[in-house]
């Protein structure tokens, strides 16, 4: 794992200023604490940190082919570089080291801008061709590597692994994008290609972006989809064997490494999946690494112990305080833009964890979007029935009626809090999934915006995020187009952002074996009764797994990995809370109503209401603006069509 930087001019040769170049590497030094390296030449500057996993004496970066005319910087892994090898030597390519990066630059000559439909892994990458006078950028299939670029005035474009990179530059616009604010305050983050700055924009996973010197910058270009047919005819008992063989050979890539190599496990049943599939392909003892809470409505260390012992793993466990509240500066600074994810938290001190004892941990991330494990898809699949018997021009009025007349109810039990199923009810299928992910609905962003800055939003919605997907998931089956929808969105906006920057910032390497692209294709042609049965959801993955899991590891109700917002914003962080909500710095962004701001923090510490999630979402924003400084100030209208 590593980062990576650079410049290209667009139009002519000009020689990049060394300190800038050498800035732009140094910010991401954690991304690659072991070695650094730069190439230069006229319109060209690459950058890169390395953190060396595969090859340890030979695989410094920028690498270059058999005459020096492409270089690549690379962050990630290639898989199959193994396999690929061969079949490049016979197609007469020398290579001169072990690295999987090599593989990179004779596969760009050799298959060109198809390369990266024969890697298998996680990666993001940029390849410079001087005889092509061509810059190649591309991100992996499942956006699990970030890549951020910037075309900026004068036709130099930038690019980096983190925003911060980015951000060294003079030129970057860095006026807040009002359109990147709606999606922040509806989805937790700001959805791809945005970036919260209107003059930034992220690489989408799965896509490559061709820049010819003298040529227009083009739009990026996909290169893969995962398609929903669920017309794989294959029973039960097939399904289960094929998945643990799948299984198998996903962990088995991801265990090739030069250096300590180990697991988290949290007790859940993706992660002791992982680490029970380790254990069957090691001869030695598996590392493991949890993280344990002091309050036990959080707690799922006694299922990871289970799972541990059973295994006989180096199991490591460190207990995370109920008040562990000091990362919240450090965490908005971490993710460069306002990002909401509150279960950052305990992801960053497993992360630290493991960095103790390993340089490699696989997670079992990704699980719940390919293998249909989100309760929300439950619930989605029931209420789809229901659209399903009335038209919509029936819901509409009357579910809508009946959820503006119900009373918000968080203190009630879950059975009468109907009030959001009404609303969702009212809508269409993308419309009411939109509204059952989002950390402020529609009715709450309105009221929490100021009058200015809804006259910038110009009516946009964050819900075109969704539907932008929607209309290229192939399938109206119901499952499959939330599955789709949140491979799409959630997964690489929110889950993988923050493992990739947690880890990254302990100089950690993750690997994610249930986002194999060859499984979650796999897994996408199986009928969607296979995923959610009943009220069982991930119903194959777990069948699969009894014989190598505990019984109540596998059905036991899903914890999440959760910190006490609710307690924390009444009680240790009352005060904090009110001050960032009431004080000078959301105040000077123009954007928000200071009577809303007012309300939610009065209702949320009277017990009167639930608003912990709104609450820590304009606390993370808060401390954005605040650290970011420049920010600050009126906001100017600058949508930028995506």
């Given at each position: 794992m590593c980062g990576i930087a650079g410049l290209f001019h667009t139009r002519d040769k000009r020689e990049f200023p060394r300190d800038l170049v050498q800035r732009m590497n140094d910010v991401q030094f954690h991304r690659g604490p072991d070695e650094g390296g730069v190439h230069f030449e006229p319109g060209v500057a690459l950058a890169h940190r390395r953190l060396s996993i595969i090859d340890l004496s030979t695989g410094q970066q920028p690498l270059f082919n058999e005459d020096g005319s492409v270089a690549v910087v690379f962050n990630?892994?290639?898989?199959?570089?193994?396999?690929?090898?061969?079949?490049?030597?016979?197609?007469?390519?020398?290579?001169?080291?072990?690295?999987?990066?090599?593989?990179?630059?004779?596969?760009?000559?050799?298959?060109?801008?198809?390369?990266?439909?024969?890697?298998?892994?996680?990666?993001?990458?940029?390849?410079?061709?001087?005889?092509?006078?061509?810059?190649?950028?591309?991100?992996?299939?499942?956006?699990v590597k970030p890549l951020h670029y910037a075309l900026l005035p004068d036709g130099t474009l930038a690019f980096g692994s983190e925003l911060k990179v980015l951000m060294q530059h003079p030129a970057l616009d860095r006026r807040i994008d009002p359109c990147a604010v709606e999606e922040y305050f509806a989805l937790g983050y700001v959805a791809e290609p945005r970036t919260i700055f209107v003059g930034a924009r992220k690489l989408g996973s799965a896509e490559t972006l061709t820049v010819r010197r003298g040529e227009p910058v083009p739009a990026p270009k996909s290169y893969w989809d995962v398609r929903f047919t669920l017309d794989n005819p294959i029973g039960l008992a097939d399904a289960t064997a094929e998945l643990t063989e799948r299984l198998r050979e996903s962990v088995r890539l991801r265990m090739i490494a030069e250096v300590p190599l180990g697991a988290f496990l949290s007790g859940g049943v993706d992660s002791s999946a992982v680490v029970a599939t380790m254990a069957g392909l090691s001869d030695d003892p598996v590392n493991t690494c949890s993280i344990a809470f002091d309050d036990p409505a959080f707690d799922e260390a006694a299922f990871a112990q289970q799972v541990a012992g059973r295994y006989r793993t180096n199991h490591y466990v460190e207990t995370v305080q109920s008040d562990d509240f000091e990362l919240i500066d450090k965490l908005a600074a971490l993710y460069d833009e306002p990002y909401a994810d509150s279960s950052a938290i305990p992801t960053w001190r497993v992360c630290q964890l493991a960095r103790k004892k390993v340089t490699v941990a696989l997670s079992g991330d990704g699980g719940d979007e390919s293998f249909g494990g989100y309760r929300r898809y439950r619930l989605h699949m029931m209420e789809e029935k229901l659209r399903a018997s009335l038209p919509l021009g029936v819901r509409r009025p009357m579910f809508g009626m009946l959820g503006r007349l119900y009373p918000k109810a968080d203190w009630a039990p879950r059975v009468f809090r109907a009030k959001t199923t009404f609303q969702a009810l009212a809508r269409d299928s993308v419309q009411a999934y939109f509204h059952s992910v989002s950390i402020l609905r529609d009715d709450l962003r309105r009221q929490l915006y100021s009058s200015t800055f809804k006259a910038q939003l110009g009516g946009y919605n964050a819900v075109d995020?969704?539907?932008?997907?929607?209309?290229?998931?192939?399938?109206?089956?119901?499952?499959?187009?939330?599955?789709?929808?949140?491979?799409?969105?959630?997964?690489?906006?929110?889950?993988?952002?923050?493992?990739?920057?947690?880890?990254?910032?302990?100089?950690?390497?993750?690997?994610?074996?249930?986002?194999?692209?060859?499984?979650?294709?796999?897994?996408?042609?199986?009928?969607?009764?296979?995923?959610?049965?009943?009220n069982e959801g991930k119903y194959l993955f777990k069948k699969a797994m009894e014989p190598l899991l505990p019984h109540e590891v596998l059905y036991r109700p899903k914890m999440g990995f959760a910190v006490p917002l609710v307690r924390w914003f009444r009680g240790p962080l009352k005060e904090r809370v009110r001050e960032a909500m009431l004080g000078g710095t959301l105040a000077s962004t123009g954007l928000f109503n200071a009577d809303t701001l007012r309300h939610l923090v009065d209702a949320h510490q009277s017990g009167a209401r639930d608003y912990s999630a709104p609450l820590w979402t304009l606390l993370m924003f808060e401390s954005f603006v605040r650290q970011s400084g420049a920010l600050a100030g009126p906001v100017e209208a600058s949508r930028v069509a995506v």
């Amino acid at each position: 794992m590593c980062g990576i930087a650079g410049l290209f001019h667009t139009r002519d040769k000009r020689e990049f200023p060394r300190d800038l170049v050498q800035r732009m590497n140094d910010v991401q030094f954690h991304r690659g604490p072991d070695e650094g390296g730069v190439h230069f030449e006229p319109g060209v500057a690459l950058a890169h940190r390395r953190l060396s996993i595969i090859d340890l004496s030979t695989g410094q970066q920028p690498l270059f082919n058999e005459d020096g005319s492409v270089a690549v910087v690379f962050n990630g892994e290639i898989y199959n570089y193994q396999e690929l090898v061969p079949e490049l030597e016979r197609c007469g390519h020398r290579f001169h080291t072990r690295s999987d990066t090599e593989v990179i630059v004779h596969a760009w000559e050799e298959w060109g801008e198809d390369c990266v439909r024969r890697f298998r892994g996680m990666f993001a990458f940029a390849l410079w061709d001087r005889k092509r006078e061509t810059l190649f950028l591309a991100r992996d299939r499942l956006g699990v590597k970030p890549l951020h670029y910037a075309l900026l005035p004068d036709g130099t474009l930038a690019f980096g692994s983190e925003l911060k990179v980015l951000m060294q530059h003079p030129a970057l616009d860095r006026r807040i994008d009002p359109c990147a604010v709606e999606e922040y305050f509806a989805l937790g983050y700001v959805a791809e290609p945005r970036t919260i700055f209107v003059g930034a924009r992220k690489l989408g996973s799965a896509e490559t972006l061709t820049v010819r010197r003298g040529e227009p910058v083009p739009a990026p270009k996909s290169y893969w989809d995962v398609r929903f047919t669920l017309d794989n005819p294959i029973g039960l008992a097939d399904a289960t064997a094929e998945l643990t063989e799948r299984l198998r050979e996903s962990v088995r890539l991801r265990m090739i490494a030069e250096v300590p190599l180990g697991a988290f496990l949290s007790g859940g049943v993706d992660s002791s999946a992982v680490v029970a599939t380790m254990a069957g392909l090691s001869d030695d003892p598996v590392n493991t690494c949890s993280i344990a809470f002091d309050d036990p409505a959080f707690d799922e260390a006694a299922f990871a112990q289970q799972v541990a012992g059973r295994y006989r793993t180096n199991h490591y466990v460190e207990t995370v305080q109920s008040d562990d509240f000091e990362l919240i500066d450090k965490l908005a600074a971490l993710y460069d833009e306002p990002y909401a994810d509150s279960s950052a938290i305990p992801t960053w001190r497993v992360c630290q964890l493991a960095r103790k004892k390993v340089t490699v941990a696989l997670s079992g991330d990704g699980g719940d979007e390919s293998f249909g494990g989100y309760r929300r898809y439950r619930l989605h699949m029931m209420e789809e029935k229901l659209r399903a018997s009335l038209p919509l021009g029936v819901r509409r009025p009357m579910f809508g009626m009946l959820g503006r007349l119900y009373p918000k109810a968080d203190w009630a039990p879950r059975v009468f809090r109907a009030k959001t199923t009404f609303q969702a009810l009212a809508r269409d299928s993308v419309q009411a999934y939109f509204h059952s992910v989002s950390i402020l609905r529609d009715d709450l962003r309105r009221q929490l915006y100021s009058s200015t800055f809804k006259a910038q939003l110009g009516g946009y919605n964050a819900v075109d995020v969704f539907r932008r997907h929607a209309a290229n998931a192939g399938t109206d089956d119901p499952l499959a187009l939330v599955q789709y929808l949140d491979l799409k969105t959630y997964l690489v906006g929110d889950i993988n952002t923050k493992v990739d920057r947690a880890s990254m910032a302990h100089s950690l390497e993750v690997r994610e074996p249930l986002m194999d692209h060859p499984l979650v294709e796999w897994l996408a042609t199986l009928p969607s009764g296979l995923k959610v049965k009943g009220n069982e959801g991930k119903y194959l993955f777990k069948k699969a797994m009894e014989p190598l899991l505990p019984h109540e590891v596998l059905y036991r109700p899903k914890m999440g990995f959760a910190v006490p917002l609710v307690r924390w914003f009444r009680g240790p962080l009352k005060e904090r809370v009110r001050e960032a909500m009431l004080g000078g710095t959301l105040a000077s962004t123009g954007l928000f109503n200071a009577d809303t701001l007012r309300h939610l923090v009065d209702a949320h510490q009277s017990g009167a209401r639930d608003y912990s999630a709104p609450l820590w979402t304009l606390l993370m924003f808060e401390s954005f603006v605040r650290q970011s400084g420049a920010l600050a100030g009126p906001v100017e209208a600058s949508r930028v069509a995506v």
